[in-house]
């Protein structure tokens, strides 16, 4: 591992900052662009239902209590529609990571919600090939040990960004994304990890909070103002994120 050159890059202060400003001034259209979390929610929580559906079936042929045939026509349209949701949970939500990192990656004002989606639906499957496969790497790593895993993945984790700002195929995108790192890993390490731990202590201290005024009840709280600080607070974290490879492609 080679040492970082933490001078060479944004301070954490000034990368929070500038992604703060495009977050507020954007936040309408980002909120839109949010919204389609909901539909994402409500498809995989459809799909939740039939997986355990499935397995009630499975359970109910182990123990002889319906007959083989019936069973298994039910256990496969189960298993079927339950896999179509779930695929098409998987796909709205790339939609949306897709067109909120290319509208930021473009530092777009001005695109309508139409537009943004039209954007993601075009470079989703770029995006999303190049996040598995750096993902597919990273596990076969983490199997060796922790540690390579941790490096490997963080030397991978701009190939989605890449591959939407250069067009490039994975492999390429997977090559620059460890080029941007070369040299700076601790650096871009913790202005990765530092909003990450914020964002869970302050929102675990806030659950904490409004649980003690709500009589301690603490399980839907947490839940509540979890889901609500990501719904808010992704779409920050994302231009975060775009704002820390923006200034190692200006740094390198």
């Not at 507020?24 to 919204?35: A, G, H, Y």
């Not at 039939?50 to 079936?57: E, L, N, P, T």
């Not at 496969?133 to 490096?151: E, K, Q, R, Y």
């Not at 080029?179 to 990890?193: K, Q, S």
Request: proline residues 2%; charged residues 15%.
């Amino acid at each position: 591992m080679m040492i970082s050159k933490t001078k060479s890059l944004i301070s954490f202060q000034d990368l929070f900052a500038q992604a703060w400003k495009y977050y507020w001034q954007n936040f309408n259209r980002l909120m839109q662009l949010m919204l389609i979390a909901i539909p994402v929610g409500i498809l995989g929580m459809i799909a939740v239902v039939g997986f355990i559906s499935w397995d009630r079936v499975i359970s109910l042929v182990l123990t002889n209590t319906v007959s083989i045939p019936m069973i298994g026509i039910a256990g496969s349209l189960i298993m079927i529609v339950s896999l179509m949701f779930l695929s098409s949970a998987i796909i709205l939500g790339l939609v949306m990571k897709t067109a909120i990192f290319s509208m930021v990656l473009k530092k777009d004002s001005k695109s309508s919600f139409k537009q943004l989606w039209k954007l993601g639906r075009e470079k989703y499957e770029a995006y999303f090939k190049a996040v598995f496969i750096a993902d597919f790497f990273t596990l076969l790593w983490s199997l060796l040990l922790i540690i390579p895993g941790i490096i490997k993945g963080l030397q991978y984790s701009f190939a989605g960004l890449v591959a939407l700002d250069k067009k490039t195929q994975s492999r390429d995108a997977f090559k620059e994304s460890r080029r941007l790192i070369t040299g700076r890993w601790w650096g871009v390490f913790w202005r990765l990890v530092l909003p990450t731990i914020l964002f869970s202590v302050g929102t675990s201290v806030l659950a904490v909070i409004m649980g003690a005024q709500l009589g301690n009840k603490m399980d839907p709280t947490y839940g509540i103002v979890n889901s609500t600080a990501i719904f808010f607070l992704t779409p920050l974290f994302m231009a975060y994120i775009v704002e820390l490879y923006l200034s190692l492609k200006k740094t390198r």
